[in-house]
């Protein structure tokens, strides 16, 4: 893991980060429908896992964090993620290291959820790193808007995911994802660039292929 501190004086975006940082705080969230029909026949939240990551390590401002009132960029980014547990109905939240090959990540995600997603613990996988995002889901929602109301969210600026219900929609399976940004390193052209990136690694990867 690395993080790569930003030269706040030379950095292009300075202006923007202070005015979104501290005069103006400024989060915002938006939901689009992510068309999911080509992981059907996969353990579906897995795969989601694995887009979104890999999607999110190709955009920098999905990657770019505060550190001791430094801003910089992570390498890399692993996803902590909800699981619920069915008899109790309490949520745990999980990490799993990332890894390129989607055979390999869905296969450790798997074995996290095994071992930690029905203790009972809100954080029952210790060790998790600085270089992690969120992520929930909950399949048995709709809806077509979806935002966090953090107490003090203007120091997080690592995006924040919430996964909705899968519907049927025109013969393609379609799913709400909420994208939750923070205004001083992440602007609608990135998140645009986020979701571009998301859609076109979930149409064209060979999913099949475990071995990529």
């Not at 979104?20 to 939901?31: G, I, N, R, S």
């Not at 995600?109 to 929930?136: C, M």
Request: charge should be negative; charged fraction near 25%; aromatic fraction near 12%.
């Amino acid at each position: 893991m690395a993080f790569c501190p930003i030269d706040l004086p030379r950095w292009e975006r300075r202006e923007y980060f202070e005015h979104y940082m501290d005069a103006v705080p400024c989060t915002y969230a938006l939901t689009v429908p992510l068309d999911v029909t080509a992981l059907e026949g996969l353990p579906l939240y897995p795969a989601l896992l694995w887009a979104l990551t890999t999607a999110v390590n190709r955009v920098p401002e999905f990657r770019t964090a505060v550190k001791d009132g430094v801003p910089g960029v992570h390498d890399q980014m692993h996803p902590a993620y909800t699981v619920l547990d069915p008899e109790s109905k309490r949520f745990s939240a999980i990490w799993t290291e990332y890894h390129p090959v989607y055979g390999v990540f869905a296969q450790r995600v798997e074995e996290d959820i095994a071992r930690y997603g029905t203790t009972g613990k809100l954080f029952p996988k210790a060790g998790q790193p600085d270089n992690t995002f969120d992520v929930s889901m909950a399949p048995w929602l709709d809806f077509t808007a979806f935002t966090l109301n953090l107490y003090d969210s203007r120091r997080h600026t690592l995006p924040i995911f919430t996964l909705g219900k899968r519907e049927e929609r025109d013969g393609k399976k379609i799913l709400p994802l909420a994208i939750q940004v923070h205004h001083a390193v992440c602007d609608g052209y990135h998140v645009g660039q986020f979701v571009e990136h998301l859609r076109q690694i979930i149409e064209q990867h060979d999913w099949r292929n475990l071995s990529c």
